[in-house]
DNA sequence: GATCTCGTTGCACTACATGCAATGGCCATT
DNA sequence: AATGGCCATTGCATGTAGTGCAACGAGATC
């Protein structure tokens, strides 16, 4: 919509890919060195890119600081947590945290087996979305329409052969898990990883997020962690009320 | 430098202090609302802000995807990561990279006690630069006239009796990092944390990043971290002499 | 059902971003 | 050393594109 504020941002991505100089960013752009140069130095002034010593650009500092922010600051993330923490206490293994976001589904916490660090090391990275159970969870309660749009829109990576293989099928796959309110992923990325989770639902029932217990073959079998649905499903619903309560505690604060 | 960027990028750490809608972004930015959507509608569609439900804005996913692929592209990040894995399983403590960037320092790495795992959660977090070990060695081979300027600006939280108090003393501290070539956080930032580090340089002696080694005193005392100085050493100069053979390794791709 | 609030849109105006061409610094080549 | 080429930088004239205004419409509130 707005072409100045348009070519500056489509500098980050191509930055993302590496460092460039004046030239190349200008010639990706197509737009003039000047240009480019006083986009850059925009940029620059908000610490979204760094110039290094031999004068190329690359992505900036800031660029952390607002993604830690951003996440700190999810109202989901907050409520969650102590619950997610208190299930992998019980059941000691990895528990997610997701939400979905303009086609895309991202991990917003994670407590590790015994380990209660806030990893971000996922965060940004695209789930699987085809295969992973939160993923599922997420897209199954889109509205009919936009559900198939995206599920034409997405590649079906072949993960093994559990993975869903097409829109088809993922579309069934989806129509189950919003017929039972849970879902799996047996294999279906990772061969030897198996996981449960449930949706987490806001005050008009619309799922707004979705969390799910991981564990490989190795500890426990599919059957095995299945048996820790209920509780799973405990814990979503338990947030869920928490999150219905008090959706937009901070409105006040300006 | 361009009015309309500058506009669009200083909505976003407006939100990252939390969601807003729509008048509260025009009000805060001093535009009319008609600008303020436009300027919403660019950073959406970038995927750098995400539209809530109730027509809310926050900070959005993409912001975490060019982070994550910002830090690994780093070079250094590259090159360190697989000394800093060594130097772990040697001495069993935590691990630091840090490297300088417009008067911020900050973590590109972390190898933790026995748990090889890139952990970013400490990432984009100012590091507490009047403390850190590494913070001295980045700061102590700045040029004279920048490192007064910088000293002057920042702030000297006093978060324990060793921490230095002001500019002066934190330039005294840094006279000596630079003298000695090494560096050291003992208690300084938290009582029970200490840290020593050595400097990483590039083909022209110049300090371009830094490492260190954290462990809290019930495990080993000061004394004993010191002893780990000489390893600490030996793996930054190895990390330098990697770095200085190839700093643009990828400057033919396009 | 009326009124208020907030997001949205079309439009006229001019401020601002753009491209050009010229300058200067840096490195490599002879 | 001197020269030529490359690249970042800058001032300026042009006109495009961003801006604010005012009117519209949807949704909530009483």
Redesign the interface.
């Known amino acids: ?2 072409q ?3 070519r ?3 500098i ?2 191509l ?4 460092p460039a100089d004046l030239g190349q960013v200008a010639d990706r752009l197509g737009v003039h060195k000047s240009t480019a140069l ?2 850059l ?3 620059h ?4 890119v ?1 110039r290094q010593q ?1 004068n190329r650009y ?4 800031r ?9 700190e ?2 109202d989901m993330r907050d409520i969650a947590h102590s619950h997610l923490v208190a299930l992998n206490s019980q059941c000691g293994h990895t528990v997610h945290l997701a939400v979905h ?2 086609g ?1 589904v ?1 991990y917003i916490d994670k407590v590790e087996s015994r ?1 209660p ?5 996922r ?4 789930v699987a979305i085809t295969v992973a159970a939160v993923a599922k969870l997420l897209l199954a309660d889109l509205p009919e329409a936009e559900r198939r749009v995206l599920a034409e829109r997405l590649d079906y990576p072949m993960y093994t052969p559990r993975s869903s293989p097409n829109a088809a099928a993922f579309l069934k796959e989806l129509a189950t898990v919003r017929e039972q309110g849970w879902a799996t992923d047996l294999g279906g990325h990772e061969e030897s990883i198996n996981c449960v989770g449930a949706p987490i639902r806001g005050a008009d029932g619309r799922v707004v997020a979705a969390m799910s217990v991981s564990a490989p073959n190795v500890v426990v079998t599919a059957e095995e962690l299945l048996t820790l649905l209920p509780l799973v499903r405990r814990t979503a619903d338990a947030i869920s009320r928490e999150y219905s309560g008090n959706t ?1 505690p ?1 409105k006040d ?2």
Chains 1, 2 share one sequence.
């Not at 930055?15 to 590496?18: D, N």
């Not at 660029?63 to 996440?71: D, R, S």
């Not at 660090?117 to 090391?121: D, I, L, Q």
């Open positions: 919509m707005s100045t504020v348009d500056a941002l489509s980050l991505p930055l993302a890919q590496g006083r986009l130095r925009t940029l002034e908000h610490g979204l760094y031999d690359r992505l900036g500092a660029l952390f600081a607002l993604a830690q922010e951003a996440v600051n999810l976001e303009d895309e991202l380990y660090v806030r990893m971000y090391s965060i940004g990275k695209p937009h901070s604060a300006s």
